[in-house]
């Protein structure tokens, strides 16, 4: 069972460009999360999904920024018109469907550090 | 407010001393607490959770209600044990974790 997978791992981006980061989690998974990093500092939460629903967005910033779990295909988030203050590393974690639903340990991708210039 | 604090950004110590993380939490309810691990050029990886009261290559920690903390212990640190230590917090029905800054632990042979 390969890990979750996250592409790409480095993504330069100009200022004003789009973003889209990519996250596959593991076979049988069906729960994602999102998390940044900025420099320095610890991983904050984003955004929670399940299969075509976002269930908690909290920790999204309100402009911008956007996430998917399509029925077929890994889970996107999508950053509009980047800003230099969007460097950072996100990663993606995901956690099985059977078991204690959202309470099941989180196995996390490699991340993909994105640059903006 | 929901938080996890990790006092110290850097603990060196020497092979075979003992070894203790600091973490102290926020959280208004009944919070389950990890640690997390990341080893050089590897990706985030569960160390321990509070409810398995289990000891993993030699690390333990234990749940204090009554000081808020979660800390993490070994008696006696290998060199292997070099790496980046995350304390995690999950509350509410989501799931989603809420992280210190992180703890890079340096074993000095």
């Known amino acids: 069972n390969a890990g979750v997978m996250q592409n790409p791992r480095h993504l330069v981006r100009r200022r004003g460009q789009e973003a889209r980061l990519r996250c596959s989690p593991m076979?049988?998974?069906?729960?994602v999360y999102w998390y940044r990093q900025l420099p320095e500092e610890g991983l904050k939460f984003m955004v929670y999904?399940?299969?075509?629903?976002?269930?908690?967005e909290s920790g999204m910033p309100k402009e911008r920024f956007s996430a998917e779990f399509p029925k077929e295909g890994p889970s996107i988030l999508r950053i509009q018109q980047v800003v230099r203050g969007d460097s950072a590393a996100y990663f993606c974690?995901?956690?099985?469907?059977?078991?204690?639903?959202?309470?099941?340990?989180?196995?996390f991708g490699p991340g993909t550090r994105l640059l903006v210039l | 407010a929901q938080r996890v604090t990790q006092p110290e950004k850097l603990l060196s110590v020497f092979k075979g001393a003992p070894v203790e993380l600091k973490c102290n939490y926020s959280?208004?309810?009944?919070?389950?607490l990890f640690w997390y691990v990341q080893y050089s050029r590897q990706r985030l990886q569960l160390l321990l959770r509070?409810?398995s009261r289990e000891s993993i290559k030699g690390f333990t920690a234990d749940l204090n209600k009554g000081e808020t903390s979660f800390h993490l212990k070994k008696p006696f640190a290998q060199e292997e044990d070099s790496a980046m230590y995350y304390c995690?917090?999950?509350?509410?029905?989501?799931?989603?974790?809420?992280f210190g800054q992180g703890t890079t632990l340096q074993v000095k042979p």
């Open positions: 974690a995901s956690s099985p469907a059977q078991g204690g639903g959202p309470q099941e340990t989180q196995y």
């Open positions: 076979k049988g998974h069906s729960h």
């Open positions: 999904l399940q299969k075509e629903n976002i269930i908690d």
């Open positions: 959280y208004s309810g009944s919070p389950e």
């Open positions: 509070h409810i």
């Open positions: 995690a917090l999950s509350g509410g029905n989501t799931g989603k974790l809420i």
